[in-house]
C-alpha cells in the first residue's frame, strides 16, 4: 500500500470548510480526473475517475464522520483505497484540512506515478482547488451535520437545516419559513365573546 499525506489552511470558519466536504457530488469541480461521485446513501459513495489514462469505477464507504473533525471512508469495490479528512480550527475564520489517503497502485502507470510522486502532487493541487473553490464562494453549497460511526447513522437532531436530516441522495429543496406563533386560549376566548355579543346587540 502507498501512502500520501497532504494539509492545508484555509481562510473560512471550521464549520464552513467542513460542511463543504461533505458535498460530495461537488468533487469533481476541484478534484483533478474525478468524472463523477454519486451519492447513493449517507454512508455509500460511487466514483468515477480517470486514473492513468483509464476510467476507473469504485465504491466507497464512510465508516466514521465526525461534524466539524473528521470524515474517514474506505473502498468496498475496485481499486483498494482508504483515508480520512481532519479538520481543525487554527483561528476563528482559519481551518486546517488534513487529508491522509492509502492506496494500492494497480497498473505499470499507475505504479510508476506513484514512484515519481504523481498522485501525492494530484491530492495536494485538489486541496489547492478545494481552497480556492470555498474561498471564492464565501459560503458552502450545502450541508450533512448528521454522525458516522462504524454501522450507526445518526442524523443530526439539532441542526437548523432541515434538508440535512435527510439522505443526502434524496435532499431536495425544503421551506424553512417559520410556522405563525399560536395566540393564546385566552386571547381566543375573548374573540370568541367579542363576536358573540355583537351578535346579540345585533338581535
Request: proline share 5%; aromatic share 8%; glycine share 8%.
Amino acid at each position: 500500500m502507498e501512502h500520501v499525506e497532504k494539509c492545508i489552511e484555509v481562510e473560512a470558519p471550521l464549520s464552513m470548510v467542513y460542511n463543504q466536504w461533505t458535498q460530495f457530488e461537488e468533487f469533481p469541480q476541484f478534484m483533478h480526473g474525478v468524472e463523477e461521485v454519486k451519492q447513493l446513501d449517507d454512508k455509500r459513495l460511487q466514483w468515477r475517475a480517470e486514473i492513468g489514462g483509464k476510467i476507473v469505477e469504485w465504491d466507497a464507504e464512510i465508516f466514521e464522520q465526525i461534524p466539524d473533525r473528521r470524515v474517514a471512508w474506505r473502498s468496498i469495490s475496485g481499486p483498494l483505497n482508504s483515508g480520512m479528512v481532519n479538520f481543525e480550527a487554527v483561528g476563528p475564520n482559519r481551518t486546517k484540512v488534513w487529508l491522509k489517503m492509502n492506496y494500492r497502485p494497480e497498473g505499470a502507470i499507475e505504479k510508476i506515478g506513484s514512484v515519481l510522486g504523481v498522485v501525492g502532487q494530484r491530492v495536494e493541487g485538489d486541496l489547492e482547488r478545494f481552497k480556492e473553490f470555498i474561498e471564492d464562494r464565501g459560503a458552502e453549497t450545502g450541508a450533512w451535520r448528521g454522525q458516522i460511526e462504524g454501522r450507526t447513522v445518526e442524523s443530526d437532531r439539532h441542526t437548523v437545516d432541515p434538508a440535512a436530516t435527510m439522505p443526502r441522495s434524496q435532499r431536495q429543496t425544503v421551506s424553512t419559513d417559520v410556522p405563525t406563533p399560536l395566540r393564546p386560549a385566552s386571547a381566543v376566548n375573548r374573540e370568541q365573546r367579542g363576536e358573540q355579543k355583537g351578535e346579540q346587540q345585533k338581535s
